[in-house]
Protein backbone atom coordinates (compact mmCIF):
# COMPACT_ATOMS: atom_id res chain seq x y z
CA UNK A 1 0.00 0.00 0.00
CA UNK A 2 1.19 3.38 -0.85
CA UNK A 3 2.60 5.59 1.77
CA UNK A 4 -0.66 8.19 2.93
CA UNK A 5 1.69 11.11 2.17
CA UNK A 6 2.46 9.70 -1.24
CA UNK A 7 -0.73 8.31 -2.64
CA UNK A 8 -1.93 11.81 -3.98
CA UNK A 9 1.46 11.66 -6.60
CA UNK A 10 -1.37 8.53 -8.21
CA UNK A 11 -4.07 11.46 -8.93
CA UNK A 12 -1.97 14.48 -10.10
CA UNK A 13 -3.90 13.40 -13.63
CA UNK A 14 -6.94 11.59 -12.66
CA UNK A 15 -9.23 12.05 -15.24
CA UNK A 16 -12.48 11.89 -13.14
CA UNK A 17 -11.42 15.44 -11.82
CA UNK A 18 -11.71 17.16 -14.87
CA UNK A 19 -14.60 19.58 -15.10
CA UNK A 20 -17.14 19.11 -17.99
CA UNK A 21 -16.68 21.38 -20.87
CA UNK A 22 -17.62 21.94 -24.65
CA UNK A 23 -19.67 19.19 -26.14
CA UNK A 24 -19.76 16.83 -23.69
CA UNK A 25 -21.65 19.84 -21.01
CA UNK A 26 -24.14 20.24 -23.78
CA UNK A 27 -24.73 16.10 -23.64
CA UNK A 28 -24.59 16.18 -20.13
CA UNK A 29 -26.99 18.82 -19.26
CA UNK A 30 -29.81 17.18 -22.14
CA UNK A 31 -29.47 13.82 -20.66
CA UNK A 32 -29.57 15.67 -17.13
CA UNK A 33 -32.31 17.74 -17.80
CA UNK A 34 -34.91 14.41 -18.50
CA UNK A 35 -33.07 12.23 -16.10
CA UNK A 36 -33.97 14.80 -14.01
CA UNK A 37 -37.89 14.68 -14.58
CA UNK A 38 -38.06 11.31 -14.34
CA UNK A 39 -36.46 11.37 -11.01
CA UNK A 40 -38.55 13.44 -9.22
CA UNK A 41 -41.78 11.55 -10.56
CA UNK A 42 -39.79 8.24 -9.16
CA UNK A 43 -38.51 9.46 -5.46
CA UNK A 44 -40.90 11.65 -4.66
CA UNK A 45 -39.55 15.35 -5.14
CA UNK A 46 -41.96 18.11 -5.88
CA UNK A 47 -42.33 17.84 -9.33
CA UNK A 48 -43.79 20.54 -11.97
CA UNK A 49 -46.33 19.64 -14.27
CA UNK A 50 -44.59 17.35 -17.36
CA UNK A 51 -45.44 15.07 -20.21
CA UNK A 52 -45.12 11.65 -20.21
CA UNK A 53 -42.71 11.60 -23.34
CA UNK A 54 -40.24 13.53 -21.22
CA UNK A 55 -40.50 11.29 -18.25
CA UNK A 56 -40.65 8.17 -20.59
CA UNK A 57 -37.20 9.71 -22.32
CA UNK A 58 -35.96 10.53 -18.59
CA UNK A 59 -36.59 6.62 -17.80
CA UNK A 60 -34.61 5.59 -20.66
CA UNK A 61 -31.48 7.71 -20.01
CA UNK A 62 -31.31 7.41 -16.03
CA UNK A 63 -31.26 3.73 -16.68
CA UNK A 64 -29.05 3.29 -19.15
CA UNK A 65 -26.47 5.43 -17.25
CA UNK A 66 -26.77 3.26 -14.45
CA UNK A 67 -28.94 5.69 -12.45
CA UNK A 68 -29.09 5.01 -8.74
CA UNK A 69 -27.08 7.21 -7.20
CA UNK A 70 -30.31 9.12 -6.30
CA UNK A 71 -32.51 8.86 -2.69
CA UNK A 72 -35.88 9.17 -1.71
CA UNK A 73 -36.93 13.32 -1.00
CA UNK A 74 -36.82 14.45 2.42
CA UNK A 75 -37.80 17.90 2.93
CA UNK A 76 -35.43 20.22 4.62
CA UNK A 77 -32.21 17.55 3.95
CA UNK A 78 -28.74 17.72 3.88
CA UNK A 79 -26.31 15.85 1.76
CA UNK A 80 -22.73 15.33 1.88
CA UNK A 81 -20.70 13.87 -1.38
CA UNK A 82 -17.49 12.39 -0.12
CA UNK A 83 -15.21 12.75 -2.72
CA UNK A 84 -17.44 14.65 -4.98
CA UNK A 85 -14.60 15.63 -7.58
CA UNK A 86 -15.89 18.77 -9.38
CA UNK A 87 -18.78 18.62 -7.91
CA UNK A 88 -21.46 17.00 -10.93
CA UNK A 89 -23.75 15.31 -8.78
CA UNK A 90 -23.61 17.85 -5.85
CA UNK A 91 -25.12 20.20 -8.79
CA UNK A 92 -27.88 17.62 -9.63
CA UNK A 93 -29.31 17.23 -6.06
CA UNK A 94 -28.89 21.00 -5.48
CA UNK A 95 -31.27 21.10 -8.41
CA UNK A 96 -33.59 18.58 -6.83
CA UNK A 97 -33.72 21.09 -3.60
CA UNK A 98 -31.10 19.12 -1.28
CA UNK A 99 -28.88 21.17 0.77
CA UNK A 100 -25.40 20.43 -0.48
CA UNK A 101 -22.27 20.23 0.61
CA UNK A 102 -18.78 17.65 -0.78
CA UNK A 103 -15.59 16.73 0.69
CA UNK A 104 -12.46 16.61 -2.13
CA UNK A 105 -8.96 16.07 -1.31
CA UNK A 106 -8.02 16.63 -5.04
CA UNK A 107 -7.28 20.79 -4.72
CA UNK A 108 -8.21 20.93 -7.92
CA UNK A 109 -11.27 19.71 -8.45
CA UNK A 110 -11.92 21.73 -5.15
CA UNK A 111 -11.37 24.89 -6.99
CA UNK A 112 -13.68 23.59 -9.69
CA UNK A 113 -16.52 23.17 -7.46
CA UNK A 114 -16.09 26.19 -5.72
CA UNK A 115 -16.37 28.01 -9.02
CA UNK A 116 -19.53 26.42 -9.71
CA UNK A 117 -21.00 27.56 -6.27
CA UNK A 118 -20.72 24.77 -4.56
CA UNK A 119 -19.68 24.21 -0.71
CA UNK A 120 -16.67 21.65 -0.87
CA UNK A 121 -14.06 21.38 1.34
CA UNK A 122 -10.36 19.85 0.85
CA UNK A 123 -9.12 16.62 2.83
CA UNK A 124 -9.99 13.61 3.96
CA UNK A 125 -13.77 13.39 5.78
CA UNK A 126 -11.98 12.66 8.92
CA UNK A 127 -9.96 15.99 8.37
CA UNK A 128 -13.10 17.78 8.19
CA UNK A 129 -14.76 17.31 12.10
CA UNK A 130 -18.21 17.90 10.80
CA UNK A 131 -20.35 17.88 14.14
CA UNK A 132 -22.47 14.72 14.98
CA UNK A 133 -26.07 14.31 13.16
CA UNK A 134 -24.87 16.73 9.99
CA UNK A 135 -26.36 15.33 6.97
CA UNK A 136 -29.73 12.80 6.37
CA UNK A 137 -27.69 11.14 3.49
CA UNK A 138 -23.68 10.13 3.05
CA UNK A 139 -23.06 9.37 -0.66
CA UNK A 140 -19.71 7.56 -1.41
CA UNK A 141 -19.47 7.13 -5.62
CA UNK A 142 -16.46 5.02 -5.82
CA UNK A 143 -14.78 6.09 -3.05
CA UNK A 144 -14.29 3.37 -0.19
CA UNK A 145 -11.90 1.59 -2.54
CA UNK A 146 -9.50 4.71 -1.83
CA UNK A 147 -9.18 5.26 1.75
CA UNK A 148 -7.05 4.22 3.86
CA UNK A 149 -8.91 3.34 6.74
CA UNK A 150 -12.66 2.10 5.57
CA UNK A 151 -14.19 0.83 8.59
CA UNK A 152 -12.64 4.49 10.44
CA UNK A 153 -14.16 6.48 7.11
CA UNK A 154 -17.47 4.35 7.43
CA UNK A 155 -17.51 4.90 11.43
CA UNK A 156 -17.20 8.77 10.63
CA UNK A 157 -20.21 8.70 8.29
CA UNK A 158 -22.38 7.14 11.07
CA UNK A 159 -21.36 10.01 13.75
CA UNK A 160 -22.04 12.80 11.46
CA UNK A 161 -25.18 11.24 10.32
CA UNK A 162 -28.71 12.26 12.11
CA UNK A 163 -30.78 9.45 13.00
CA UNK A 164 -32.52 7.47 10.32
CA UNK A 165 -29.95 9.00 7.65
CA UNK A 166 -28.12 6.97 5.71
CA UNK A 167 -24.86 6.38 3.70
CA UNK A 168 -24.89 4.99 0.13
CA UNK A 169 -21.52 3.44 -1.05
CA UNK A 170 -20.95 2.35 -4.49
CA UNK A 171 -17.75 0.36 -5.17
CA UNK A 172 -15.89 -2.54 -7.07
CA UNK A 173 -16.66 -6.42 -6.62
CA UNK A 174 -14.14 -8.16 -6.09
CA UNK A 175 -15.72 -11.40 -6.43
CA UNK A 176 -17.19 -10.48 -10.09
CA UNK A 177 -17.22 -12.73 -13.33
CA UNK A 178 -15.16 -10.18 -14.83
CA UNK A 179 -12.50 -10.08 -12.05
CA UNK A 180 -12.21 -14.16 -12.90
CA UNK A 181 -12.46 -13.47 -16.58
CA UNK A 182 -9.28 -11.08 -16.80
CA UNK A 183 -7.60 -11.46 -13.39
CA UNK A 184 -4.91 -8.63 -13.09
CA UNK A 185 -5.94 -6.96 -15.82
CA UNK A 186 -9.60 -5.99 -14.64
CA UNK A 187 -9.93 -2.61 -14.18
CA UNK A 188 -11.62 -2.57 -10.41
CA UNK A 189 -8.13 -3.56 -9.48
CA UNK A 190 -6.68 0.22 -10.13
CA UNK A 191 -3.36 -0.06 -8.46
CA UNK A 192 -1.78 2.21 -6.82
CA UNK A 193 -5.19 3.91 -5.96
CA UNK A 194 -7.31 1.31 -5.31
CA UNK A 195 -6.25 0.52 -1.62
CA UNK A 196 -9.03 -2.10 -0.77
CA UNK A 197 -11.24 -4.48 -2.73
CA UNK A 198 -14.46 -5.22 -1.54
CA UNK A 199 -16.91 -8.35 -2.16
CA UNK A 200 -20.63 -8.32 -0.73
CA UNK A 201 -19.58 -9.87 2.15
CA UNK A 202 -16.73 -7.71 3.20
CA UNK A 203 -18.67 -4.47 2.26
CA UNK A 204 -21.48 -5.58 4.48
CA UNK A 205 -19.14 -6.73 7.27
CA UNK A 206 -17.17 -3.44 7.10
CA UNK A 207 -20.59 -0.89 8.02
CA UNK A 208 -21.84 -3.73 10.67
CA UNK A 209 -18.10 -2.60 12.20
CA UNK A 210 -18.64 0.77 11.75
CA UNK A 211 -21.68 0.52 13.28
CA UNK A 212 -24.21 0.37 11.06
CA UNK A 213 -26.83 -2.19 11.56
CA UNK A 214 -28.99 -1.90 8.93
CA UNK A 215 -27.53 -2.56 5.39
CA UNK A 216 -28.37 -3.63 1.86
CA UNK A 217 -26.55 -4.56 -0.72
CA UNK A 218 -27.23 -4.80 -4.53
CA UNK A 219 -25.36 -5.92 -7.62
CA UNK A 220 -24.35 -3.22 -10.11
CA UNK A 221 -23.90 -3.51 -13.99
CA UNK A 222 -20.80 -1.57 -15.04
CA UNK A 223 -19.88 -1.88 -18.90
CA UNK A 224 -17.24 0.56 -18.44
CA UNK A 225 -15.32 -2.36 -15.96
CA UNK A 226 -15.80 -4.60 -18.92
CA UNK A 227 -14.21 -2.00 -21.68
CA UNK A 228 -11.30 -0.83 -19.87
CA UNK A 229 -10.40 -4.26 -18.50
CA UNK A 230 -10.37 -5.14 -22.15
CA UNK A 231 -7.58 -2.46 -22.77
CA UNK A 232 -5.78 -3.24 -20.55
CA UNK A 233 -5.59 -7.07 -21.37
CA UNK A 234 -4.73 -5.10 -24.83
CA UNK A 235 -2.20 -2.30 -24.23
CA UNK A 236 1.08 -2.22 -22.21
CA UNK A 237 0.21 1.27 -21.61
CA UNK A 238 -1.10 1.30 -18.08
CA UNK A 239 -2.58 4.79 -18.20
CA UNK A 240 -6.46 5.20 -18.43
CA UNK A 241 -6.05 7.46 -21.49
CA UNK A 242 -6.38 4.74 -23.89
CA UNK A 243 -7.40 4.47 -27.89
CA UNK A 244 -11.23 4.46 -28.80
CA UNK A 245 -12.30 0.95 -28.74
CA UNK A 246 -13.44 0.24 -32.49
CA UNK A 247 -17.37 -0.37 -33.16
CA UNK A 248 -17.07 -4.12 -33.04
CA UNK A 249 -15.74 -4.05 -29.77
CA UNK A 250 -18.16 -1.34 -28.25
CA UNK A 251 -21.03 -3.68 -29.42
CA UNK A 252 -19.76 -6.63 -28.22
CA UNK A 253 -18.71 -4.33 -24.54
CA UNK A 254 -23.02 -4.14 -24.66
CA UNK A 255 -23.74 -7.31 -25.32
CA UNK A 256 -21.55 -8.63 -22.60
CA UNK A 257 -22.77 -5.96 -20.15
CA UNK A 258 -25.98 -7.55 -21.34
CA UNK A 259 -25.35 -10.99 -20.74
CA UNK A 260 -23.69 -9.61 -16.80
CA UNK A 261 -26.66 -8.04 -15.73
CA UNK A 262 -28.85 -11.31 -16.68
CA UNK A 263 -26.17 -13.53 -15.25
CA UNK A 264 -26.70 -11.00 -12.01
CA UNK A 265 -29.93 -11.25 -11.86
CA UNK A 266 -29.59 -14.65 -10.64
CA UNK A 267 -26.30 -14.71 -9.05
CA UNK A 268 -25.75 -11.24 -7.47
CA UNK A 269 -22.00 -11.60 -6.57
CA UNK A 270 -21.24 -11.93 -10.49
CA UNK A 271 -21.95 -7.73 -11.32
CA UNK A 272 -18.55 -6.25 -11.80
CA UNK A 273 -19.88 -3.14 -9.08
CA UNK A 274 -22.01 -3.32 -5.94
CA UNK A 275 -24.18 -0.27 -3.97
CA UNK A 276 -24.72 -0.74 -0.28
CA UNK A 277 -27.25 1.27 1.66
CA UNK A 278 -26.62 1.49 5.03
CA UNK A 279 -29.32 2.96 7.49
CA UNK A 280 -28.28 4.93 11.34
CA UNK A 281 -30.67 3.54 14.27
Given at each position: MPLKEDIGKAYLNYYTHAPETGEASIRSQFRRRFELVYIRSRFGYPSPSCNILARFLGFLLYHREGGSTFVKWRPGGRLLDVGCGAGGYLQSMRSLGWEVEGVEFDSVAVEAARVAGLNVRCGSLEEQAYPSSSFDVIMMQHVIEHVPDPVATLAECARILRPGGEVVLFTPNSASLTHRVFKECWRGLEPPRHLHIFSASSARRALKMAGFEEVAIRPQAASSAISESILLRR????????????RLLREFVRVAAFLEGCLAKFNPSLADCLAA???KR
Open positions: SSNESLRRPRMGVAI
